[in-house]
Every structure is written in C-alpha cells, then in structure tokens.
C-alpha cells in the first residue's frame, strides 16, 4: 500500500479524477520516508465497523423473494402463453361452462379470462 502511496500519479489517474496539472506537481511530491511508520499510522487510523447483519439478510431475503416472484411471474406467462398456442380459446369455453356449475365468482372468472 505504502509503495502504491509512493508512485507518481500517471496521466490516466490525473485525467480520471481531474486533478488541475498545478497540483500533479505538489502531490507527487509528497512520499512516505518512514515505511513501518506511515503504515502503523494509517492502520491506527483506520475505521473498523461491523455490518448490521439482520439488515443484511433482510436485504439478501427480499432479493430472493423478488427473484421467486419474478420466476413464478414468467412461469404463469410460459403457461399462459402455451395455452393459447395450442386451444387457449377451448379452456376458456370450459372455464365458463364450469363456471355456470360452481361458485366461482365473477371476478376470479374474468381474472382467469384475462390471462
């Protein structure tokens, strides 16, 4: 890290960030003389937290369910689709005739017939 801190900024990093070429001099300049000593300083300076792993499941869990959702969502569609490609129009005639036999409401009938 320290010899990382040492090297001289190369034209692709000044042009990255945009560093104004009045200040490419000076900060290239700058270099850690004392090794051991510029890195017990950065490591005594470092900030070290731990994760809160509760929000990071519950993340990692609602990811899962989307991707779940997602899958059943493009499944249902595959279905559907197959369906109609091969007599859709039949199934729904069988739909309505079962319709008038059970209770199915009104609205999980016209669901059904809408995919």
């Known amino acids: 890290m320290i010899e990382g801190l040492n090297a001289d900024l190369t034209a692709d990093e000044i042009a990255s960030v945009g560093i104004p070429s009045q200040?490419?001099?000076?900060?290239n300049s700058i270099k850690y003389k004392n090794r051991e000593e510029a890195?017990?300083?950065?490591?005594?300076?470092a900030t070290y937290y731990a994760p809160n792993f509760t929000k990071v499941?519950?993340?990692?869990?609602?990811?899962?369910v989307a991707d779940v959702r997602a899958t059943e969502k493009r499944m249902l569609a595959?279905?559907?689709?197959?369906?109609?490609?091969?007599?859709?129009?039949?199934?729904?005639?069988?739909?309505?005739?079962?319709?008038?036999?059970?209770?199915?409401?009104?609205?999980?009938y016209s669901t059904l017939q809408a995919a």
Do not use: C
Not at 23 to 27: E, F, M, R
Not at 39 to 45: C, E, G, M, S, V
């Open 39 to 45: 890195a017990t300083q950065i490591l005594a300076r």
């Open 78 to 108: 595959d279905f559907v689709r197959e369906r109609m490609a091969t007599g859709g129009l039949e199934i729904l005639k069988a739909l309505k005739a079962l319709k008038a036999f059970t209770s199915t409401s009104d609205k999980h």
């Open 23 to 27: 200040h490419v001099g000076p900060l």
């Open 57 to 64: 499941f519950e993340y990692v869990n609602a990811i899962h």
